[in-house]
């Protein structure tokens, strides 16, 4: 064989070995937008000439996946990234598992176009392990304009009490005034809604984020409960069990008003087709416009052993963190980029009220962590807390004991 023929082999064996190639990617993305938006990731990927291996683990918010990371890891086998955030970055960091991807973040110049709050999230001991990709508001409520206008009630309230005024119409005029589903996640993304509303930022801050006792068991956590106490009269008695999406549809359909739920929901109304300020309505939860609940998600790295796939993980990597893919990826997902040099112009109004917020919070002291959505606690401190939440919601538990066994919980480490 001639020297040329050989070397044309060679290179279409490696070309074929770097098709064969997979990044193996653990998510939790699986409703209908949100499959969509991950579609869109693959897509890169396989342009680039890697095989995308889906690792989806459904269950809203990740408890399920992250699970399912837990036993592969330990197995030795980790994907190539999953899609984890916030503190368990540096959990996963602590146990040296994670790749370093600084080659990635300094080709595309991380640093200058991420919030240095985000580009902290995504370092372990100063080194890029995690790539972002969005910025999810959670604070936010949803409302069918049409369920409505039939019950009397102008607008989405901007109160408690006149929220709860609204879900008393709306149950009168026979539909259900907040659709939920009742899943531990879900619980506490009402309940961190209602603290920042009834509490305001500086509560939420001492009591969620530094897990102050004395707030913890105050007076205004029980008014926050007493609150959450109200809230659950105007959910169906089906709501046990519900995925998140199932009951976004319920306020699509018209059989619900409203809905607590972070932007993600609004991936669902876009799927459905649906444009904000006509089939449906977004707005801050009551008592929360001057706060911002961020959740950022992100894929961390894991080390790989072969050339080949660490190759594929920094095309991963560059891919999210890809200007154009950031673009399309949260028209799809609800949420805003994270990354600055994405143009506004496609975006909704709910998606350019989220960017108006996050900047006005931001200079204001209104931006703070989601901790339901696993952006401030400890894993294990953030378990126990929520969980003495969805004992709150599913049984007639005082609020005065619902705040001793919070402030309880918060000592999990
Ligand atoms: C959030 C996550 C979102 C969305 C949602 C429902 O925690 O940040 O991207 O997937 O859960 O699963």
Redesign the pocket.
């Known amino acids: 064989m001639k020297l040329k023929h050989l070397v044309m082999l060679t290179a279409l064996a490696c070309a074929a070995h770097a098709h064969a190639t997979d990044v193996e990617v653990l998510h939790?993305?699986?409703?209908g937008s949100?499959a969509k938006s991950v579609g869109q990731l693959q897509q890169i990927v396989k342009e680039d000439g890697f095989g995308w291996k889906d690792f989806a683990v459904a269950?809203?918010?990740?408890e399920n996946a992250a699970t399912a990371l837990k036993t592969r890891v330990i197995s030795g086998k980790p994907p190539t990234a999953a899609?984890i955030?916030g503190p368990s970055i540096q959990e996963w960091g602590k146990e040296g598992v994670l790749a370093n991807i600084d080659e990635a973040a300094a080709a595309g110049k991380w640093d200058a176009a991420l919030p240095k709050v985000v580009a902290d999230i995504m370092k372990y001991k100063g080194h890029y392990v995690a790539a972002p990709v969005?910025v999810?508001r959670v604070n936010w409520v949803w409302a069918n304009p049409e369920v409505l206008k039939k019950a009397g009630v102008n607008g989405v309230p901007a109160t408690w009490d006149a929220f709860f005024e609204a879900a008393d119409k709306i149950k009168k005029s026979g539909a259900i005034a907040i659709a939920h589903g009742g899943q531990p996640?879900q619980d506490a993304t009402v309940f961190e809604s209602v603290a920042l509303g009834v509490g305001g930022t500086e509560f939420y801050k001492k009591a969620i984020l530094q897990l102050d006792q004395k707030e913890l068991t105050g007076p205004t956590m029980i008014k926050v409960f007493d609150t959450l106490a109200r809230v659950k009269g105007y959910i169906d008695k089906d709501a046990a069990g519900r995925d998140?999406?199932l009951a976004t549809a319920m306020v699509i359909n018209g059989k619900a008003g409203f809905q607590f739920m972070?932007d993600?929901a609004k991936g669902e109304f876009s799927n459905a087709g649906k444009i904000p300020g006509r089939d449906y309505l977004c707005a801050a939860a009551p008592g929360t416009d001057k706060a911002y609940t961020f959740?950022?998600?992100s894929f961390a790295m894991f080390a790989q052993k072969d050339a080949a796939a660490k190759k594929g993980q920094i095309a991963l990597a560059n891919a999210i963190m890809n200007p154009k893919f950031q673009a399309i990826f949260n028209l799809n997902?609800g949420?805003i980029p994270v990354r600055s040099g994405v143009p506004r112009a496609k975006f909704d109004d709910c998606a350019i009220k989220s960017m108006d917020d996050m900047d006005a919070t931001n200079k204001g002291g209104g931006l703070v962590p989601?901790f339901?959505?696993?952006m401030a606690l400890a894993s294990a401190t953030q378990g126990a807390v929520v969980d003495v939440i969805a004992k709150f919601m599913n049984s007639n538990m005082s609020s005065k004991d619902a705040a001793a066994a919070l402030a309880k919980a918060a000592k999990v480490k």
């Open positions: 939790y993305w699986t409703s949100e269950g809203g918010a990740g899609q955030k969005n999810h996640w998140w999406n972070g993600w959740n950022v998600d997902k949420s989601s339901a959505h696993g």
